[in-house]
């Protein structure tokens, strides 16, 4: 073997000229590698959290190493190729070397498995690390992605933040095992026929998490465990949100409110959406329209009803904070020309969530204008990409380096501000809304909401994927804007079935959420001047949103669903403990639940919620049915029809208008769904 190797408390060392790696045991069967040609590795550990170390058992030889933690052995071979196996021989993956290294293996292509090559002139490298593909291999996860396949393979991802997708690079494979690429750097991956790739532009080591266990689920468990789990979710929060871009005042919000109560329809959440405030970045109340926020919330408060507002990162140079932040290198900066990030309504610059000292001077505005003086403890994270106008991430720069090298960590930043600063202020149970995560935000209390989507069914059917991938990645608090956010027109009948199919499909998601930028729009208030494709645009004309807003049959079904998510609370909220205590999310593909079952890893458009109902959403503008696949291994009823069928067959459904496709597999759960 070439190389020499060496322990070091819980982890095998190899060093090779200048290349240094380090496999490490990192929770039950699994292992933490990292591969550096600098003097060390990096000291920072990003989404992993600390673990007991566990020892592994270690062998050395001339053909190489091998490195074994309970399930899993991590191999060397005399050339320097990795590959994991289970403890029963089977393998789960290997590194894919075209070398001539090996006599036996001459191949003259130069392509390594794992390769670091120093940009010039720079202290960081582009790293590469190549995995053998292998015929039937599906992959899933990766976060929130905008796409038509819920397995990924076949499939070419960048690896950053954008409005709508959100990178978590975490899959699970069916061959049995789970991979985290622990780098929050802007790259990519691909899980192509001939390889699986994984790449960061700009790094100075090569940083995954491997683990292997019997079940997806336990995979997934297994990853929460090492990059920690939501908390417990408040009670109070699992029942209807009501939202809209944007209630401009304070008596509208409240009109909206008491219209609910006396309608007789619980409402959990009312929220105040952005520009609330005088300028960006001033993180208060505009006095004009919100005039006496305190008696505001007292008087939800009193109607059951929790107050969110929206929280945006950008500060306007305008802005009351902006000059103080600017002097403390609190914002983030540009490497290149002007020192804007975003136009909207200005030039703003999203400050630093990387730089402790920026979050704890946002979090002191927040707790000095909202949580102190009127008791409002939710807070809407949007824009937490950062969104830019453009995203040119070589020219941003963050406390903790260039966009390039660390910009997929801001969501993780800006949670983890707001989450510290609320426990230090006494809040237990946290709960906040974000439109980005990246690997670990879900230890911070925040729900991952889908972006800025168009109004179309094509765009619901690629939530039902997002949200499955996203839960398979973690998050397992997670929603969409119901109808979708762009483009819908409550007066148009199409727009209106959609809707309601939405909301069918949002009474079984982890939070139900309505929200979206609705049409027709309210008469311009003339307070902007509306300029086509400059960023300026009347935020104050926007259409209604609730749910008598979309005719009076549509009304009933839409009420109703909201009911039944009342009476479902119990069965919600048993699924939520299970995600705080296991990782495993509410909202699961069959294949979490039912692995053994072959068609399961198949099915991209059903889902389980909790462990006794599967759901079959509507996709399809005028369906009034649709097949339905029930896995084997269980009985399954309509919750509607109360028939019955055996699992392991594929199944015609009836879908009328008032309700979706939903079997539970305890008969005892359709009592919750008679009206």
């Known amino acids: 073997m070439k190389g020499i190797t060496w322990k070091e408390r819980n982890a095998l060392c190899w060093r090779y000229d200048t290349e240094l790696m380090r496999i490490e045991t990192y929770g039950q069967n699994s292992f933490r590698v990292r591969i550096t040609k ?84 720079e202290r960081l490298s582009k790293c590469t690390l190549r995995l053998e593909a292998y015929e039937g291999e599906k992959f899933f996860g990766l976060g929130q ?28 494979s069916n061959r049995g095992y789970g991979f985290f690429w622990n780098n929050p750097g802007y790259g990519s991956v691909t899980f192509a026929n001939n390889m699986t790739e994984w790449i960061a532009e700009a790094s100075t080591d090569i940083d995954y998490w491997v683990t292997t266990e019997e079940t997806p689920a336990q995979i997934v468990s297994r ?17 209807f949100w009501q939202c809209k871009l944007r209630y401009k005042t304070q008596d509208e919000l409240l009109s909206v409110a008491r219209e609910y109560v006396k309608r007789g329809i619980p409402l959990s959440v009312i929220v105040i959406d952005f520009f609330h405030w005088p300028q960006q970045g001033d993180w208060k109340f505009d006095k004009k329209n919100w005039p006496d926020p305190k008696a505001m919330v007292e008087k939800l408060h009193s109607m059951g009803i929790e107050l969110m507002v929206s929280v945006w990162p950008t500060v306007e140079p305008r802005s009351e904070n902006y000059a103080e932040m600017k002097a403390n290198g609190y914002l983030i900066q540009s490497d290149r020309g002007v020192r804007t990030n975003y136009i909207c309504l200005g030039s703003p610059v999203h400050y630093d969530a990387m730089n402790p000292g920026a979050r704890a001077f946002v979090w002191d505005r927040i707790k000095e204008n909202y949580l102190d003086p009127y008791g409002i403890r939710m807070f809407w994270l949007d824009e937490t990409e950062p969104e830019y106008t453009f995203y040119d991430f070589d020219n941003y720069r963050h406390y903790l380096g260039s966009s390039m090298e660390v910009g997929n960590y801001y969501p993780v930043a800006a949670a983890q501000g707001f989450y510290e600063g609320m426990i230090q202020s006494g809040i237990k149970d946290v709960i906040n809304l974000t439109r980005c995560a990246w690997a670990g935000c879900q230890k911070y209390g925040v729900v991952l909401w889908s972006g800025d989507i168009q109004s179309n069914f094509k765009m619901l059917k690629l939530q039902i994927k997002a949200g499955l991938n996203a839960a398979v990645s973690g998050m397992a608090w997670w929603t969409t804007d119901i109808g979708g956010f762009y483009g819908g027109d409550t007066q148009s009948a199409s727009f209106r079935e959609l809707l309601v199919r939405w909301f069918e499909y949002g009474v079984f998601c982890p939070v139900l959420r309505l ?30 949103n609730e749910l008598w807003s979309f ?44 692995s053994e079952d072959i068609f399961c890893w198949s099915v991209e458009d059903e889902y389980m919620f909790g462990d006794d109902l599967l759901v079959a959403p509507i996709m399809d503008e005028g369906a009034r049915s649709r097949t339905v696949y029930l896995p084997s291994g269980r009985s399954w009823v309509n919750v509607y029809t109360k028939e019955r ?25 359709t009592e919750l769904f008679q009206s």
């Open 645 to 669: 069928f055996d699992g392991g067959q594929t199944i015609e459904c009836a879908a009328p208008l008032e309700y979706i496709p939903v079997f539970a597999s305890d008969a005892k759960l």
């Open 38 to 121: 600098e003097p060390d590795f990096s000291p920072r550990d990003w989404a992993l959290i600390e673990v007991a170390e566990l020892e592994p058992e270690i062998e050395v030889n001339e053909k190489g190493f091998t490195v074994t933690n309970g399930n899993l052995t991590a191999k060397m071979d005399e050339f320097g190729a990795l590959s994991f196996y289970k403890a029963s021989g089977e393998l789960l993956f290997a590194e894919q070397w075209q070398t001539r290294d090996d006599p036996a293996n001459h191949i003259p292509l130069m392509y390594y498995g794992h390769e670091i090559r120093r940009h010039l002139g």
């Open 145 to 172: 992605h905008q796409i038509s396949q819920l397995d990924l393979k076949g499939c070419r991802f960048e690896l950053a933040q954008r409005n709508s997708q959100a990178t978590i690079p975490f899959v699970v």
């Open 551 to 594: 005719g009076e049959e549509n009304y009933g079904i839409l009420k109703n669903m909201v009911l039944l998510r009342e009476r479902l609370r119990p069965y919600v909220m048993t699924a939520m403990d299970q995600a705080h205590k296991t990782g495993i999310p509410p909202m699961r593909p069959l294949f979490m639940d039912f």
């Open 223 to 239: 990853y929460t465990e090492v990059t920690g789990r939501a908390p417990k979710f408040p009670e109070w929060a699992a029942g």
């Open 515 to 544: 929200h979206g930028h609705r049409k027709p729009l309210d008469a311009p208030s003339g307070e902007v001047e509306e300029v086509a494709d400059s960023g300026l645009f009347d935020v104050e004309s926007c259409g209604p």
